[in-house]
Structure formats: structure tokens, C-alpha cells
């Protein structure tokens, strides 16, 4: 029986195919280690409501982040365009408190197919001059794939 491409998950060591109703929320993630001041990136999956537009998904989810991460505060939200297909995207920056200590996070949503793919850095200090070239370079190097690949 050949497998459903709608259900197949392509990840870097191969590809699984998922039971019917399952829907791939993967997260990836990178870290440079070792670092007196850790600065993590990843990306993580999501499905928005049905008919929610990019805006309307980051308030949704920023409330979520205000109820659940303790002093979460938004210090900018702005729009951007990523990579050479200057696909539309949100970004926020925040800070918020892990055990006793602050987060500095900066998070970019973009729309791809149904799905909205979330680009994420996170550091235990602000972002220095080469965190903030390191994000730039990594989110504008962005290349969407066929659809069935995220």
C-alpha cells in the first residue's frame, strides 16, 4: 500500500509516514554550546484557525505567552519580509522570566501552505552585536520547499 504524501514527514534522516489525524508539529533545534550566555535557535511548527490571519495568530498566541511565562513583555512587534522571496512575516521580541533568571527571546512567524512556521532565538542575556547577525543570516536564509517537506 503506498502511503498518503499528505501524511508523509520528511525530517534530515529520512521520512515517517503519520497515522491518519496526526499532523506534524516537529521542532527543531540549534545551539551553539559551550557559551557563557547560550543562544538557541529553533523552529517549530503550528496550524492556525481556520481563516486567521499572520497578524491575528501572533496576538493569539502572545496572549497564551502573557498567561504562561511568567513577567512575559512584548518590547517590539514589527513586520518583515524573509529571504529572497521576501515572504511576509511577524516578529516579536520579549523577555520573560525561567528560573529566576531573564530570557531574551525574538520570535518570526511566516505562513507556509496551512501551516505557520516559527523561527525562534533565545539567549539568557541581551542579544549581542553577533546573535543578532547570526538571526539575521539564519531567518533570511530561509528556502521554502514543497509543501509536503514542513
Known amino acids: 500500500m503506498q502511503p498518503d504524501a499528505r501524511n508523509a514527514c520528511y525530517i534530515n534522516e529520512g521520512s515517517v509516514t503519520l497515522p491518519a489525524g496526526y499532523c506534524d508539529r516537529t521542532v527543531n533545534v540549534f545551539t551553539t554550546g559551550g557559551s557563557e550566555s547560550p543562544f538557541a535557535l529553533n523552529i517549530a511548527r503550528d496550524t492556525p484557525e481556520d481563516g486567521e490571519s499572520l497578524p491575528d495568530y501572533v496576538r493569539r498566541q502572545v496572549g ?11 518590547s517590539r512587534h514589527s ?13 516579536i521580541e520579549a523577555t520573560y522570566m525561567a528560573d529566576r533568571r531573564q530570557v531574551w527571546q525574538r520570535q518570526l512567524a ?3 501552505g496551512d ?3 516559527i523561527f525562534t532565538a533565545t539567549a539568557t542575556a541581551a542579544f549581542t552585536a553577533q546573535q543578532n547577525a547570526d538571526w539575521e543570516q539564519w531567518v533570511n536564509s530561509f528556502r521554502p520547499g514543497a509543501r509536503d517537506h514542513v
Open 79 to 91: 513586520v518583515a519580509e524573509v529571504g529572497e522571496l521576501k515572504i511576509p512575516a511577524e516578529i
Open 64 to 74: 497564551l505567552l502573557e498567561k504562561n511565562l511568567r513577567k512575559y513583555r512584548v
Open 110 to 112: 511566516i505562513y507556509h
Open 115 to 117: 501551516r505557520v512556521l
